[in-house]
């Protein structure tokens, strides 16, 4: 008899033994009988028109068992691919919304845009198959940076796209702040480059489709964070009804965001399927990943703060450019705009906030999410603006935060800018942090490394988020094309074991594990008895997915609500039982029981009387005890915290080594305390990533990908990140039923600004202010050399 493991606690998590044994089943795993292979032909050019596609060489090729188009995908009634968001421009007109086709049709818009498809009995035929097709483009002049795209005269990527403009979005009064700038005693400026990633989850994405001629059903399995919302978006780009398309998302190496949209390989290799009749395996390479997924963040910022003559803030103007790609993602122009204006606030009182926001087509691959999504570039916007101030007007970098945060008595708090943050002590957080990282001692430190011919800097980032993505009436006021809930069903079995089934996606966040301790606690079952079903549309009723930390906020309350009506039902069938009123059966660690007597029947007791109906109430309750929830919130939830970080920069090379690091987040009630030290851990690193390595980066000429491997592309890795110092401080959400907020992208929002906040404390001395990011070697050593002030 196993034990009840609930909330609070850490065990190991469940799923690793499948995945530490090699047992884990991955898309690229699968294998179907008379399977073929598919490659994706694509573009070697950034911006060109497709003149003619020779299908012929390819055909020859032994092996090859087909070869599609773009022009067959539309012929045969296929869409193209759906946007799920509609932002508006300032004056209410709708964002330009050019079709993005799985195949491209006409013209090509970006390095990698797939244009053909060839099918092989093998990989090496499919392969020498899409090498032979002969593709003829007629080169059109580029646009591969988002100043490329602004500027007058620019060409154009869509002849009824002008100036290449998706929207000129806008957030906040902008009389009210512009009037705030005319009083104000003093205005600190940033200008900023939030620079852009390729997301690199350890699996690269992949498909497998198959059809079944005999039923008329097909399935995809496919490497997604939303297997039911690739079946919606996908049923209507193939035209296939609901009920005969399967998705399936099996274990997923990580997605970080990048596997959350439709994308055109799932619908081409579905479709690919269907036409040869038989399955089709498709796997991208890493080459074809840093090419043709979704790439994030991107964006060019000019921020002004205006402050009072005591350092108060009076009001924030912000003016982005955001880069959405060749086309639109399935949430792309959303991650600018909607997931950015509105945490402008920060953690702190600012009366009055302006955003605007320009969303640029260019010929670079689609923008969209990526950890943090918008939260970390706004948490980058307002940390540096507030670090810059702290600069101007002489005042420490914690003091000029202390006297502008929210104070916990003000929760809740309304921010000008839409969000009403719930619950939260930012000043809580940062004291924490400043005790546990020694900020006293950090000048003994600086020294110490001074001796050792070092520069020391102490950088610090506090930070809010608003994650658990629902609110659909939220989300249905900012644009998007649907709600957002999450669904669970609880199968109690006749014999007390729990099968639940989830709309949520597992792919690294332990849900195997905080889930099945919400039901044991919940259900006082053992914890090893709880399994937990998800990624396959056929098993698991409709559900959304896992992005936007929102599995646990959203998918873990409509559990927990699920747990409740189990209960309920668990009570009525005690009360018949034990013939006592049902108001009179209380519940307790898996005992029902008649209050105030020792009559009792275990959960194991009444889930057989519920399947097994002797002695049961059939004329009043039907058999089985499987109750469904869904939960909706009424608002999103706000995780916060405060990064402290110190840092060494080599003034002989330019390398910058994070020393010191210490965060302390606020992520509500934790459920599992080593899984979300995990989340923070890895959250961190990307963040940390983003400041000091990666960078991705298209040629300004050609619009060729310069960074395209991980020769060119930097990420972090374990040599350059520190032992880190991470703990929790809570103020429990106050509208989730178990008082919890999200926790899996907080990492990476308090950590870029703070990391960059330190490098530039290192290099003060040399009259520096700002350094972009990453903070490269190369960049820190030319920024050492032409320092004004020498060293
Ligand atoms: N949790 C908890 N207590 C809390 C908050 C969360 O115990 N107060 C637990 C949850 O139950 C869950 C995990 O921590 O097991 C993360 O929960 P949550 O914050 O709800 O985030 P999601 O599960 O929705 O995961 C999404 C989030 C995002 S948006 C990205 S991107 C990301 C991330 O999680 N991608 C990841 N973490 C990742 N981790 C791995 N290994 N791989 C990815 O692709």
Known sequence: MGEVIGIGAAPKRKEDQRFITGRGNYVADIKRADMSYGVFVRSPHAHATIDAIDKAPALAVPGVVGVFTGAEFA???????????????????????????????????????????????????????????????????????????????????????????????????????????????????????????????????????????GTGQYTLWSTSQFPHVVRLLMGMVLGIPQHKLRVVAPDVGGGFGVKQFHYGEEAVTTWAAGKLRRPVKWVSTRSEGFLADRHGRDHVTEAELALDENGKFLAMRVHTYANMGGYLSTFGPNIPTNLYGPLLSGVYVIPSIYCSVKCMFTNTAPVDAYRGAGRPEATFVVERLVDMAAHDLGLDRLEIRRRNMIPKSAYPYQTPVLVEYDSGDPLGCLEQATIKGDVAGFAARKAESARAGKFRGFGVSTYVEACGLAPSRFAGRLGARGGLYESATVRVHPTGQV????????????????????????????????????????????GMGTYGSRSLVVGGSALNKAADKVILKGKKIAAHLLEAAEQDITFEAGVFAVAGTDRKKTIEDIALAAYVPHDYPLEILEPGLEEQAYYDPVNFTYPGGAHLVEVEVDPETGVVEIVKYTACDDVGTVINPMIVEGQLHGGIVQGIGQALYENCVYDETSGQLLSGSFMDYCMPRADGVPKMDVSTYSTPCAHTPMGVKGCGEVGTIGSPAAVISAVVDALAHLGITHVDMPASPNRIWRIIQNASIPR
């Open 75 to 213: 012929a045969d009634g296929c869409g193209t691919l759906p946007c799920g968001w509609a932002i508006t421009f300032k004056d209410g007109s709708p964002m330009k919304e050019p079709p993005f086709p799985a195949l491209a049709t006409g013209k090509v818009r970006f390095v990698g845009d797939a244009v053909a498809f060839v099918v092989g009995e093998t990989l090496e035929a499919a392969t020498a198959g899409a090498e032979a097709l002969v593709v003829d483009y007629g080169l059109l002049p580029v646009v591969a940076t988002l100043l490329q795209a602004a500027a007058p005269e620019a060409p154009l990527l869509y002849d009824d796209v002008p100036g290449n403009l998706c929207a000129d979005w806008a957030l906040g009064d902008e009389a009210a702040t512009e009037a705030a700038f005319a009083r104000a005693a003093h205005v600190s400026h940033v200008s900023l480059v939030n620079n852009r990633l390729v997301g690199n989850p350890m699996e690269p994405r992949a498909a497998v489709g198959e059809y079944n001629p």
């Open 499 to 542: 099968t639940v089934l989830i709309g949520t996606h597992n792919h690294g966040q332990g849900h195997e594990t905080t889930f099945a301790q919400i039901v044991s606690e919940r259900l006082g079952v053992p914890f090893e008895n709880v399994d937990i079903v998800f990624g396959d549309t056929d098993r698991v009723q409709f």
